[in-house]
């Protein structure tokens, strides 16, 4: 269902949800989202009944922020939180303050609307169209305005291509199709689908402004597509091949032996689709424990740390004074 754009409420505010200034740079907005999501992804932390809602919230907020073109324009006031148009000026005002300032640079001096409010020149000419000045109206027509809505499009339809039904007032249902590589924030133009021209001019047009809701798996950067794997300890330490869903279905991944939380894996041309070349997905791995930690796994760890003494914070605090 589509929602017109003045009907929307706002949403909090993305830079107090990532937890950055509004002066951040593209890196720090980057680098905040990716450490939120880490503490919220719902695979992540099953046992957190909490973490789906953060990861949605967190999530929408990266989408406005990542757009250095929607950013600025939120920073400007002419979008909401949501992403969505702020409420524009009157129509009517606005052309008729046009026709007013093209009047005057004119030197137009005999329409018998001088002094007139902008609002009234417009009824007062449907009055004499119709005949109730005696004298018509010629040559006046002006296409109609454009209307603005918000459809809210799956993650899988808008990376891989689909379809829609948009609902418009006076228009019922129509087929809206969805292109491949779709992106937060664009908007799709339905022609002659806008408000009435006047004088027999013209419809507007109805421009779709598309958000595209979070998924619980996948995130995108551009056409790349970001999935944070859990594996189990064995798998991390002895290597494994595991399924790995993609946008485009399930593939078998190599996880080499050894594998610390943290490693990205590269599974070429899995990513979004544009301009017939796909982009690729990164597999991020994250080691998870078992719920319980039995004691015949604690006393395996145990005898293997008294013969290893490896400390992977050795290069960390080097240099560093104490």
Known sequence: MAKNTTDTATSADPYETLGVKKTATQAEIKKAYRKLVRTSHPDINPDDPGAEARFVKVSAAYDLLKDPETRARFDAGEIDASG??????QYYRDYADAQRSSRDSAGFDGSGFEGMDPQDIFAEMFRQRGGGGGQQTHGFSARGRDLGY?????FLDAARGGSAHITLPGEGQIDLKIPVGLRDGQTLRLRGKGGEGLGGGPRGDAQVKIHVKPHPLFRREDDTILLTLPITLAEAVLGAKVTVPTIHGDVALSIPKGSSSGKVLRLRGR????????????????IVLPKTIDDKLA?????????????????MLKGVPR
């Open 150 to 154: 918000t459809l809210e499009v799956p």
């Open 299 to 315: 006393a395996c760890i145990e005898d293997w740390a008294k013969t290893n003494s490896d400390d992977p914070r050795a290069a």
């Open 84 to 89: 969505q148009e702020k409420p524009q000026r």
């Open 271 to 286: 990513g979004v689709e544009r301009k017939g070349k796909a982009g690729d997905q990164l597999v991020e791995l994250r």
